[in-house]
Structures are given as structure tokens and as C-alpha cells.
């Protein structure tokens, strides 16, 4: 059970990110400070943080070019992404020319603008910036809970000081003669850092490389030694969302006392009521309205979570209700839990004006046959 919930790439951000974070301040305070190991200290955090973000983003941008998005430039993602918001579908009405553009701008700040993160200073600044804008407008126009603000954390490596503020280069130009006896930690520190560069440099250049050529393989001493260090999460490709979903489909999970009259259970995130406006819930990340969309995408086999669920629906679990936004059977349980399959899409303006529904919706089949509390006895 908890895989299922936690098991999304977001986690290995996370970790990422928190070490940008906690690392910031002593890559800041290394260009000042007079021991050379320090400053190799920091110059190899932002090495380290600079390889993931390259390797994150070319990654991401290129399962977007693999999708064939430049060719069909289709606003689809913003009706089929887990949980979007009401200004993705906003941005659902928006021209075909400026869907053209959003799209190859895109792919070119997935792609190229990466490797700007190795350019100089100036360089090196536009491509934070062109990094940041483009994860917020991500968060704009979708609920990706904290993946957005992973991805700005480590961001905040590409700044240096006299952005805002004091120039500092001054007090490390005036620290180049320092004393020759370095401690032992600052020559352990150099020594580790050489070490680790010299392991992960290579597979991060090839993860990167394979980006382009994913039909490529990797010398065998190369691959001996990723398939070691995999397990350890600090090298791996990094692709979000590999495959592009070009359907919506939802599961409604329906009650009945008598098997005839059925009532839905809403959800307090996912698409379920055509009337309600997609919300937005970033940076928290509800597990349950998250997992459904993926749930949707596969079988009631490998999804056994969800007949738990139902289960426990069935047998009116305080637990489980206060995860829904409404319980149509507040008083006693349901008799019968099914779940339905349905198709959904976006409404375009004149139908918002003309029904109130943001979303519009069709029936396919049964995903889950009808269920009672006799069956699983």
C-alpha cells in the first residue's frame, strides 16, 4: 500500500532539492572563505546540483520531444494531466498559434537552455530564470503538488550573491593567499569530492547523452558501475510523465442501498462533478486523488488499493470518508459499491455559459463490478 502512494518520482526531487537547500548557504559562504577546500567544497555541490538539474530537465524535454508535441500541438495535456486548475483550462481556450509557441518554447528550455547551466555568469543566470518561468507557469496551469518548487529549489544553485547583494568576489580575490597548512577535514574534503566527481561525472554525461540516443548502450565497466550505484538514487535518468495520456478517463466510484438507485462519492480534488471548477491544492499533494488518475490508466488487478478502498467504504470507515469531499451515505453505509468508467474533457466557453459545467463527460463501461460486504467474506 504505501508503494502505491509513494512511490512517484517526486521523492528523488525531494531529496534534491532539500540538499540545494541545505547546501546553499555553504556554497555562498565557500567563495569567501579563505581555505581551498572550502571553496572546492562548494564549487562541487553546484557541480553535483548542476548535473541534476541538466540531466533532469534535457530528460524531461526529451520524453516531451519523443511525444511528438511539435507536431501535434494539441492542448490535451491540460485536460489530461493528473489534477489540473481552472486557469489550465483557461489555457485550454487559448489560440493555436500561441499553443504552436508554448510548446516549442518548451522543448527549447527543456533541452537547449539546460546546458547553460555550465555556461558563464550571464549564461548561466538567463538559464535560471528561463527555468523558474517555466515551472511556474507548469504550476499555473496544473496541481503537480511540490515538484514545481523542488524544481525552483534547485534553481537557487545557478544565483550567486551579487544578485542580491554584495558583490563577494572582492573578499575571495583577497583570500587567494591563504596559509598553506590545510586541516584534515578540508583535505578529506577535497579528496572525496575528486572521488565522487570522478565516478558520477561519467554517468551523468552518459545518462544525459542517452537522452538523445535512448537506443544507445553504455560501455560495460560503465554499466557494471550504474547498476551499483542505482540503488542509491544519485545518478539515475530522470524522465516525469514518459508516457503522454492523449484520453481522459475518470473512475467514479458509485453506491446503492438497493442496487437500482445509485449515488457518487466526490472526491475533494479529482474531476468527478461536471459543475465543479478544477481546484488547486499545490504543494500538498492528496495521495488518494493522485493515485485514482493512476489507477485509471491501468486495471482493478494492479490496482488492488482501490478494492481495500471500496472495502472499507462498505463498512463505513470514518477514515476513508474524511478523505472524500462528500459521503452520499453519511448515515449508514451502502449496500452496494461499483465503479464506473467515464470519459472526460473540458467544456469549451460557450458551454460553461450556456450549462455551467466545466467538464463534460461520457460513459464507457464497468471497471469494477458491483461489490457488497457479502463478498469478501
Not at 94 to 123: G, M, Q, T
Not at 176 to 181: K, L, M, N, Q, S
Not at 293 to 317: D, K, Y
Request: aromatic content about 14%; hydrophobic content about 45%.
Amino acid at each position: 500500500m504505501g508503494r502505491a502512494f509513494a512511490g512517484d518520482g517526486f521523492f528523488i526531487d525531494l531529496f534534491c532539492a532539500v540538499a540545494a537547500v541545505v547546501t546553499r548557504p555553504f556554497v555562498a559562504a565557500g567563495i569567501a572563505d579563505s581555505g581551498y577546500g572550502a571553496g572546492f567544497a562548494s564549487w562541487f555541490v553546484f557541480a553535483q546540483a548542476s548535473f541534476v538539474q541538466t540531466d533532469a530537465h534535457v530528460g524531461r524535454g526529451e520524453v516531451n520531444q519523443r511525444r511528438r508535441q511539435l507536431v501535434e500541438p494539441d492542448s490535451t495535456r491540460l485536460w489530461s494531466q493528473p489534477l489540473p486548475t481552472v486557469f489550465g483550462w483557461w489555457a485550454d481556450k487559448s489560440p493555436e498559434w500561441f499553443k504552436h509557441f508554448s510548446v516549442a518554447f518548451c522543448l527549447v528550455v527543456e533541452i537547449v537552455v539546460p546546458f547553460f547551466i555550465w555556461a558563464p555568469r550571464r549564461l548561466r543566470l538567463i538559464a535560471a530564470g528561463l527555468l523558474i518561468f517555466l515551472q511556474l507557469a507548469i504550476a499555473i496551469t496544473g496541481n503537480y503538488c511540490f515538484f514545481n518548487l523542488l524544481t525552483i529549489a534547485l534553481c537557487l544553485l545557478l544565483i550567486d550573491d551579487s544578485v542580491v547583494g554584495p558583490d563577494r568576489r572582492a573578499v575571495r580575490d583577497q583570500s587567494v593567499g591563504a596559509p598553506g597548512g590545510r586541516a584534515l577535514s578540508q583535505r578529506l574534503c577535497v579528496y572525496i569530492g575528486m572521488l565522487v566527481i570522478f565516478v558520477t561525472l561519467p554517468i551523468n554525461a552518459w545518462l544525459i547523452f542517452s537522452a538523445f540516443k535512448p537506443l544507445s548502450r553504455p560501455p560495460r565497466v560503465l554499466a557494471n558501475l550504474y547498476e551499483r550505484l542505482e540503488p542509491f538514487r544519485i545518478v539515475n535518468g530522470y524522465g516525469l510523465f514518459r508516457v503522454m495520456t492523449k484520453d481522459r478517463s475518470e473512475i467514479v466510484l458509485e453506491g446503492s442501498a438497493d442496487g437500482i438507485d445509485w449515488l457518487p462519492y466526490e472526491f475533494k480534488w479529482k474531476p468527478g462533478d461536471v459543475k465543479r471548477a478544477p481546484g488547486w491544492c499545490a504543494p500538498h499533494q492528496p495521495r488518494l486523488d493522485w493515485q485514482m488518475w493512476f489507477a485509471a490508466l491501468g486495471t482493478p488487478r494492479e490496482n488492488p488499493w482501490l478494492v481495500a478502498l471500496i472495502f472499507r467504504s462498505l463498512q463505513g470507515s470514518h477514515e476513508v470518508n474524511g478523505l472524500l469531499a462528500n459521503n452520499p451515505f453519511p448515515d449508514k453505509p451502502p449496500r452496494y459499491i461499483r465503479a464506473m468508467f467515464y470519459r472526460y474533457r473540458f467544456t469549451t466557453v460557450d458551454e460553461l455559459r450556456q450549462t455551467g459545467a466545466w467538464w463534460k463527460r461520457e460513459e464507457l463501461r464497468e471497471y469494477l463490478p458491483t461489490l457488497s460486504l457479502e463478498e469478501f467474506r
